[in-house]
């Protein structure tokens, strides 16, 4: 006799989620980068996110390997290092109604792929660009990487002179208009941050430290799960659904408020995250404050965590190249290429 299996609670397409799952991972046991692909999983379960409608992008790495272990009914595409950001470019220029979730880590985004990383907030492509950052390259056994901190001592390789690259500095002074910092131990955090970049309608960066058990794990470490626990400061509390990510509805605007009360920040689609304050004073409607922030964080070393900035979206590279609602790939020939005597024209035109 066979039993069937009770079905699984399912979202508003029907699906369970399990559904939205991917292969097995083959990272350490313990590695943060497996808690945010359970919470990507997650969230994109709670949204009813239609997986066929979804593209993934990463590098290479430990972080660029788990694309595979998400979302598994979704388009795929794995760049060489640091090159992702022209992949995820040219696929959100042919077909605009794709969501782009990009997956990098601080080796490929703050090494080898920093230039690629600030055009792609320049041009302010579409997508959520997440990094799960752990200070080292943990798939080539643990070097140093670009935000390991000064003065870190490796087993193996010795002593870090360097000051460390801030990558949600970096991503705000070029012009991103959503940039958030979490923690891969913070769960409830990391999600309510994925569903408000998702709503998103830009680049919106999501620089997550996520601790390498086998290579950078050393309680002294900041990139270390012990002291992201320890020192974490959250700016705000962001709830999840119903009472932190809510529907439209009529724009809460404050000028000014203490610790305790709630800034309401207006997503492009008319949905809210509401922030709490319960540390020091900020606005992330303020570049300024923002900044500021950052730059006294890494100079005394805080774990500063939560929606760090946000502006009203800019046009996106699309919109900045006036192409079409259309996506290019659903457009006939005809429409793509001119005929001949327009050629024509226009080469006469540049003699």
């Known amino acids: 006799?066979?039993?069937?299996?009770?079905?699984?609670?399912?979202?508003?397409?029907?699906?369970?989620?399990?559904?939205?799952?991917?292969?097995?991972s083959t990272l350490c046991p313990g590695c943060g980068h497996d808690s945010i692909s359970n919470q990507i999983i997650s969230v994109a379960y709670e949204v009813g996110l239609k997986q066929e409608n979804v593209a993934k992008f990463s590098g290479i790495g430990c972080s660029s390997k788990t694309p595979a272990y998400f979302l598994g009914r979704s388009h795929a595409f794995n760049a060489i290092h640091g090159?992702?950001?022209?992949?995820?470019?040219?696929?959100?220029?042919?077909?605009?109604?794709?969501?782009?979730?990009?997956?990098?880590?601080?080796?490929?985004?703050?090494?080898?792929?920093?230039?690629?990383?600030?055009?792609?907030i320049r041009r302010n492509v579409p997508m959520v660009y997440i990094i799960e950052n752990n200070g080292v390259y943990g798939l080539t056994k643990g070097q140093f990487s670009a935000t390991a901190d000064e003065g870190q001592v490796l087993k193996y390789y010795g002593r870090n002179e360097l000051p460390p690259i801030d990558l949600a500095l970096e991503a705000i002074v070029t012009g991103a208009t959503f940039v958030a910092r979490s923690f891969s131990g913070h769960s409830e955090q990391v999600r309510s941050l994925l569903k408000a970049a998702l709503s998103h309608r830009g680049t919106a960066v999501i620089d997550i430290i996520s601790p390498c058990v086998t290579f950078n794990n050393a309680p002294e470490s900041t990139k270390s799960y012990d002291y992201g626990k320890?020192?974490?400061?959250?700016?705000?509390?962001?709830?999840?659904?119903?009472?932190?990510?809510?529907?439209?509805?009529?724009?809460?605007?404050?000028?000014?408020?203490?610790?305790g009360q709630v800034i309401s920040v207006r997503m492009h689609d008319g949905t809210f995250i509401r922030l709490k304050k319960v540390g020091p004073e900020h606005d992330p409607r303020s570049r300024a404050q923002?900044?500021?922030?950052?730059?006294k964080a890494q100079m005394e070393q805080l774990f500063i965590t939560g929606l760090l900035y946000y502006e009203e979206p800019r046009p996106t590279l699309g919109q900045t190249l006036d192409l079409v609602d259309t996506p290019l790939v659903n457009l006939p020939e005809s429409r793509l290429r001119p005929p001949r005597e327009v050629l024509v024209k226009l080469m006469q035109g540049m003699m």
């Open 1 to 24: 006799m066979t039993l069937n299996k009770p079905a699984g609670k399912t979202n508003a397409l029907g699906l369970t989620r399990e559904d939205y799952k991917g292969g097995k």
């Open 83 to 120: 090159r992702m950001p022209s992949v995820v470019t040219g696929a959100t220029l042919v077909n605009c109604n794709l969501t782009a979730i990009g997956v990098s880590g601080d080796g490929d985004s703050g090494s080898i792929g920093l230039g690629q990383f600030k055009h792609l």
């Open 230 to 259: 320890t020192h974490e400061i959250a700016l705000h509390e962001i709830e999840l659904i119903p009472e932190g990510f809510v529907p439209e509805r009529e724009e809460i605007s404050i000028e000014d408020y203490d610790a």
């Open 290 to 295: 923002a900044i500021d922030l950052l730059e």
